[in-house]
């Protein structure tokens, strides 16, 4: 009750023409609105900065950004995956800004090194299985579940999804064009099924006995979770002897035509400090960057891992060599 009559208060402060705020930011985000909104409030309740912003696909936004040029009304924009934020960067509608605080607030690897986005939550593309036919100790890696020892068992998502092409973009930073491709190969032998249109039906298949693992983004395990208690899945994490579990992010950065580029930073500051990061992170159920934040707890109980701690760009340089790469070995 409190938080509606908040966001009414807010809503009505930024239409009425009487009111002059100091500060405004303009944010596009491909973050569902149920993710920034409560933290938008917050900004502007305790700040006094009205943000005013829309939602819309991560593609749709960034054309919009590029068409609408230096007239574009964007101060922010927010999105997922490291391969968007790339593009983003790529295209030349983000600022490059130096920010002590953001460079102490998201390590380095989740970040562009010239300082046009920054990670703000941190996601983890892992192994599930299921708890009735598979045994935690048979699984091990990525690259492991090309083994023939899979085959018939394996489910994944479309090689569609840019999820997707990060992770394997990451296989060809490590292992090179050709190493990559015998793995991916390797996927495609043991699918049990056509990919499927996301994580989730790829986590249902396995749960329903159409196969045995997936890799997905750990949220949509929870998410899954919380729906279905009880649901005979875990996950796991893999490459724990080596490079680690893949993670991505969802970031943001300020945009090359910001008309309140102080205000813009500002606010992204404030979403990568400790106040924010915890819903930031929180609410999607992901990992908060900043490294002073615990995770939520329903995350907290996955247990720890260690990551892969490849610099998430080299998803988006690597993305078309991916895409190219997955078609060649026949993932659809
Ligand atoms: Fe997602």
Known sequence: ?????????????????????????????????????????RYTQETGVAIRYITDK??????????????TPADMLITVDAGNLWHAAQSGVLAEIRSPVLEANVPANLRDPQGRWFGLSERARTIVYS?????????????????????????LRTSKKVYNQ??????????????AEQIVRGWVANLAAEPFSNDTKAMEAV?????????????????????????PLA???????GSGVHINVSGAGVTAHAKHPEAAQKLLEW????????DFAGLNMEYPVNKAVAPDPIVAAWGTFKADDLNVNEAGRLQADAIRLMDRAGYR
């Not at 100790?137 to 020892?149: F, N, R, W």
């Not at 990060?166 to 190493?179: E, F, K, Q, Y």
Request: with cysteine; charged share 25%.
């Open 1 to 41: 009750m409190l938080r509606l009559a908040l966001s009414v208060t807010v809503v009505a402060t930024m239409l009425s023409p009487l009111v002059v705020h100091a500060e405004e930011v303009v944010v596009y985000s491909a973050r569902n609105e149920h993710l920034i909104k409560p933290l938008f409030d």
């Open 235 to 241: 996950l796991f994490w893999p490459n724990q002897d």
């Open 131 to 155: 708890t009735e036919r598979v045994q935690p100790g048979e699984l091990s890696s990525y690259e492991d579940l090309a083994d023939p020892k899979w085959k018939g068992r394996l489910c």
């Open 271 to 278: 979403l990568s400090s400790a106040t924010a990061q915890g």
């Open 207 to 231: 749960a329903a006995g159409q196969c045995d693992v997936t890799i997905v983004n750990t949220y949509y395990f929870g998410r899954l979770e919380k729906d279905r208690p009880g649901i």
């Open 58 to 71: 991560e593609g749709p936004l960034l054309q919009r950004l590029a068409a609408e040029g230096k007239r």
């Open 166 to 179: 990060s992770l394997v973009a990451s296989l060809i930073a490590r292992h090179g064009d050709d190493g």
